[in-house]
């Protein structure tokens, strides 16, 4: 298990978290905020630094990176940008 501190978070207006949904292809939901976190794996290199994406997940803020089908954080202006650069 690790231990996680968020140290500060920062808003992710136009930031989508993408999942896989199996047949149905790729999920994206909007993020909440980044959260720049001091995570310890408990592995024995002590601290690091990491920025994670967080979004709601029920009533609390789940850190995205944690859901098994969790695949990329991108801007959600991307799909836009290439179905314009197709036409």
Known sequence: MEDV???QIMPAEGWVAVYD???EGEIEEPLACFALVQVDY??????QTEVRGMAPDEKLMAFVEDATNFVTVRRAEED??????VE
């Open 5 to 7: 501190k968020i140290l």
């Open 21 to 23: 949904g199996g047949d």
């Open 42 to 47: 408990q592995n024995g290199d002590g601290f």
């Open 80 to 85: 836009e940008e290439e179905d314009e650069a």
